[in-house]
Protein backbone atom coordinates (compact mmCIF):
# COMPACT_ATOMS: atom_id res chain seq x y z
CA UNK A 1 0.00 0.00 0.00
CA UNK A 2 1.26 3.07 -1.01
CA UNK A 3 -1.14 5.55 1.92
CA UNK A 4 0.03 9.33 1.04
CA UNK A 5 2.72 9.90 -1.64
CA UNK A 6 3.85 13.34 -1.70
CA UNK A 7 5.93 15.25 -4.94
CA UNK A 8 8.63 16.43 -4.74
CA UNK A 9 10.75 15.30 -2.00
CA UNK A 10 13.21 17.80 -2.20
CA UNK A 11 12.84 21.67 -3.90
CA UNK A 12 14.62 24.64 -3.68
CA UNK A 13 13.32 27.98 -5.04
CA UNK A 14 14.63 31.63 -5.57
CA UNK A 15 12.14 34.21 -3.62
CA UNK A 16 9.16 35.06 -5.87
CA UNK A 17 9.34 31.62 -7.80
CA UNK A 18 6.32 29.71 -7.82
CA UNK A 19 5.55 25.43 -7.42
CA UNK A 20 3.13 23.20 -6.16
CA UNK A 21 3.43 20.14 -4.19
CA UNK A 22 1.16 17.51 -5.03
CA UNK A 23 -0.56 14.82 -2.89
CA UNK A 24 -2.33 11.84 -3.37
CA UNK A 25 -3.93 9.26 -1.15
CA UNK A 26 -5.06 5.44 -2.05
CA UNK A 27 -6.99 4.88 0.86
CA UNK A 28 -10.41 6.65 -0.39
CA UNK A 29 -10.14 8.97 2.54
CA UNK A 30 -12.44 12.20 2.33
CA UNK A 31 -10.35 14.54 4.34
CA UNK A 32 -6.99 15.76 3.77
CA UNK A 33 -4.70 18.23 5.31
CA UNK A 34 -1.13 20.40 4.54
CA UNK A 35 0.93 21.05 7.57
CA UNK A 36 4.21 22.77 7.70
CA UNK A 37 7.31 21.09 10.35
CA UNK A 38 9.38 24.40 11.57
CA UNK A 39 11.75 23.45 14.26
CA UNK A 40 10.59 23.98 17.69
CA UNK A 41 7.24 25.09 16.46
CA UNK A 42 5.48 21.36 15.73
CA UNK A 43 3.47 21.17 12.79
CA UNK A 44 1.31 23.79 12.12
CA UNK A 45 -1.94 23.36 9.77
CA UNK A 46 -2.48 25.55 6.46
CA UNK A 47 -5.28 24.08 4.87
CA UNK A 48 -7.40 21.34 4.83
CA UNK A 49 -9.89 19.71 2.79
CA UNK A 50 -13.19 17.75 5.01
CA UNK A 51 -14.46 16.32 1.89
CA UNK A 52 -14.11 16.81 -1.89
CA UNK A 53 -15.05 20.06 -3.24
CA UNK A 54 -14.44 21.59 -0.02
CA UNK A 55 -11.32 23.40 1.22
CA UNK A 56 -10.72 25.52 4.71
CA UNK A 57 -7.91 27.84 6.40
CA UNK A 58 -5.88 26.18 8.99
CA UNK A 59 -3.82 28.28 11.24
CA UNK A 60 -0.69 29.71 8.78
CA UNK A 61 -2.65 29.94 5.32
CA UNK A 62 -1.33 33.12 4.19
CA UNK A 63 0.91 32.89 1.01
CA UNK A 64 -0.40 29.28 -0.03
CA UNK A 65 -3.52 28.66 -2.16
CA UNK A 66 -5.20 24.88 -2.62
CA UNK A 67 -6.94 22.88 -4.59
CA UNK A 68 -8.65 19.10 -3.98
CA UNK A 69 -8.97 18.10 -7.74
CA UNK A 70 -10.53 14.76 -6.78
CA UNK A 71 -11.42 12.79 -3.43
CA UNK A 72 -7.78 11.52 -4.04
CA UNK A 73 -5.46 14.21 -4.69
CA UNK A 74 -4.72 17.31 -2.76
CA UNK A 75 -2.00 20.02 -4.40
CA UNK A 76 -0.42 23.31 -2.03
CA UNK A 77 0.60 25.80 -4.47
CA UNK A 78 3.24 29.23 -3.50
CA UNK A 79 2.52 31.60 -5.45
CA UNK A 80 5.63 33.91 -4.62
CA UNK A 81 7.95 31.85 -2.61
CA UNK A 82 9.36 33.50 0.44
CA UNK A 83 12.02 32.54 2.89
CA UNK A 84 9.89 32.71 5.57
CA UNK A 85 8.21 29.86 3.56
CA UNK A 86 11.47 27.40 4.05
CA UNK A 87 9.85 24.62 5.94
CA UNK A 88 9.26 20.65 5.78
CA UNK A 89 5.78 19.92 4.18
CA UNK A 90 3.63 17.62 5.24
CA UNK A 91 0.42 16.02 3.68
CA UNK A 92 -2.08 14.04 5.54
CA UNK A 93 -5.06 12.27 5.21
CA UNK A 94 -7.96 10.85 7.48
CA UNK A 95 -11.36 8.69 6.75
CA UNK A 96 -14.20 11.02 7.36
CA UNK A 97 -12.77 14.10 9.93
CA UNK A 98 -14.89 12.75 12.77
CA UNK A 99 -13.67 12.55 16.38
CA UNK A 100 -11.61 9.27 16.28
CA UNK A 101 -10.39 10.06 13.11
CA UNK A 102 -6.43 9.63 13.09
CA UNK A 103 -3.97 11.30 10.73
CA UNK A 104 -2.07 8.76 8.19
CA UNK A 105 1.24 11.28 6.57
CA UNK A 106 3.09 11.36 3.46
CA UNK A 107 6.97 11.57 4.46
CA UNK A 108 7.37 15.21 3.57
CA UNK A 109 8.67 17.64 1.14
CA UNK A 110 11.72 19.38 1.91
CA UNK A 111 11.51 23.45 0.76
CA UNK A 112 14.24 25.93 0.51
CA UNK A 113 13.73 29.37 -0.73
CA UNK A 114 16.56 31.50 -0.93
CA UNK B 1 -6.20 29.64 22.37
CA UNK B 2 -5.90 26.14 22.06
CA UNK B 3 -2.30 24.94 22.92
CA UNK B 4 -0.40 22.10 23.03
CA UNK B 5 3.01 22.12 25.08
CA UNK B 6 5.60 19.20 25.07
CA UNK B 7 8.25 18.00 27.88
CA UNK B 8 10.96 18.00 27.54
CA UNK B 9 12.60 18.87 24.66
CA UNK B 10 15.00 16.07 24.81
CA UNK B 11 15.62 12.99 26.51
CA UNK B 12 18.36 11.25 26.59
CA UNK B 13 17.86 7.49 28.21
CA UNK B 14 20.05 4.37 28.69
CA UNK B 15 18.80 1.44 27.20
CA UNK B 16 16.29 -0.26 30.09
CA UNK B 17 16.01 3.04 31.89
CA UNK B 18 12.04 3.77 31.92
CA UNK B 19 10.83 7.54 31.82
CA UNK B 20 7.45 9.62 30.93
CA UNK B 21 7.05 12.24 28.12
CA UNK B 22 4.75 15.07 29.18
CA UNK B 23 2.00 16.91 26.78
CA UNK B 24 -0.27 19.24 28.78
CA UNK B 25 -3.02 20.82 26.79
CA UNK B 26 -5.30 23.23 26.33
CA UNK B 27 -8.54 22.79 24.06
CA UNK B 28 -11.90 25.14 24.32
CA UNK B 29 -13.29 21.54 23.12
CA UNK B 30 -11.13 17.97 23.25
CA UNK B 31 -11.96 15.60 20.02
CA UNK B 32 -9.11 13.74 21.44
CA UNK B 33 -5.51 13.71 22.01
CA UNK B 34 -3.40 11.76 19.83
CA UNK B 35 0.27 10.35 20.25
CA UNK B 36 2.90 9.85 17.12
CA UNK B 37 6.31 8.86 16.62
CA UNK B 38 8.37 10.72 13.79
CA UNK B 39 11.51 9.35 12.60
CA UNK B 40 14.18 11.20 11.31
CA UNK B 41 13.01 11.82 6.98
CA UNK B 42 9.69 10.48 7.31
CA UNK B 43 6.37 11.86 8.32
CA UNK B 44 4.41 11.52 11.90
CA UNK B 45 3.10 7.72 12.34
CA UNK B 46 0.11 7.06 14.62
CA UNK B 47 0.61 5.20 17.80
CA UNK B 48 -2.55 5.92 20.35
CA UNK B 49 -5.94 8.26 21.04
CA UNK B 50 -7.12 9.05 24.19
CA UNK B 51 -10.42 10.51 24.60
CA UNK B 52 -11.57 10.93 28.21
CA UNK B 53 -9.49 11.66 31.30
CA UNK B 54 -8.62 7.98 33.52
CA UNK B 55 -8.24 6.27 30.50
CA UNK B 56 -4.94 4.36 29.43
CA UNK B 57 -3.24 2.91 25.84
CA UNK B 58 -0.75 0.25 25.64
CA UNK B 59 1.39 -0.68 22.95
CA UNK B 60 4.81 -2.83 23.52
CA UNK B 61 6.54 -0.65 26.01
CA UNK B 62 4.76 2.40 25.69
CA UNK B 63 1.69 3.20 27.81
CA UNK B 64 -0.26 6.55 27.48
CA UNK B 65 -2.65 8.14 29.54
CA UNK B 66 -4.55 11.32 29.89
CA UNK B 67 -5.92 13.48 32.36
CA UNK B 68 -7.97 16.29 31.86
CA UNK B 69 -5.02 19.11 31.54
CA UNK B 70 -2.02 16.41 29.91
CA UNK B 71 -1.14 13.00 29.03
CA UNK B 72 2.08 11.20 30.06
CA UNK B 73 3.81 8.46 27.15
CA UNK B 74 5.28 6.05 29.50
CA UNK B 75 8.14 4.51 28.09
CA UNK B 76 9.36 1.02 30.16
CA UNK B 77 12.90 -0.67 29.48
CA UNK B 78 13.52 1.51 26.55
CA UNK B 79 15.56 -0.05 23.36
CA UNK B 80 17.49 1.55 21.29
CA UNK B 81 14.81 1.17 18.53
CA UNK B 82 12.30 3.29 20.14
CA UNK B 83 14.84 6.44 19.73
CA UNK B 84 12.39 9.33 17.58
CA UNK B 85 10.61 12.48 18.12
CA UNK B 86 6.76 11.51 19.93
CA UNK B 87 4.67 14.30 18.83
CA UNK B 88 1.62 14.91 20.84
CA UNK B 89 -1.56 16.56 19.29
CA UNK B 90 -5.24 17.16 20.49
CA UNK B 91 -8.19 17.72 18.30
CA UNK B 92 -10.61 20.39 17.81
CA UNK B 93 -13.91 19.97 15.58
CA UNK B 94 -11.61 19.41 12.26
CA UNK B 95 -8.53 20.71 13.07
CA UNK B 96 -5.78 18.90 14.97
CA UNK B 97 -2.95 21.27 17.41
CA UNK B 98 0.30 19.63 17.42
CA UNK B 99 2.97 20.40 20.16
CA UNK B 100 6.65 20.56 19.39
CA UNK B 101 7.60 17.21 20.36
CA UNK B 102 9.96 15.44 22.45
CA UNK B 103 13.02 14.20 20.58
CA UNK B 104 14.11 10.46 22.77
CA UNK B 105 17.36 9.05 21.88
CA UNK B 106 18.23 5.63 23.91
CA UNK B 107 22.18 4.42 24.49
CA UNK B 108 22.65 1.12 24.51
Known amino acids: NAGVTQTPKFQVLKTGQSMTLQCAQD?????MYWYRQDPGMGLRLIYY???????DKGEVPNGYNVSRLNKREFSLRLESAAPSQTSVYFC?????????????FGSGTQLSVL | EDQVTQSPEALRLQEGESSSLNCSYT??????LFWYRQDPGKGPEFLFT???AGEEKEKERLKATLTKKESFLHITAPKPEDSATYLC?????????FGSGTKLNVKP
Open chain 1, 92 to 104: ASSESGLTNEKLF
Open chain 1, 27 to 31: MNHNS
Open chain 1, 49 to 55: SASEGTT
Open chain 2, 27 to 32: VSGLRG
Open chain 2, 50 to 52: LYS
Open chain 2, 89 to 97: AVRNFNKFY
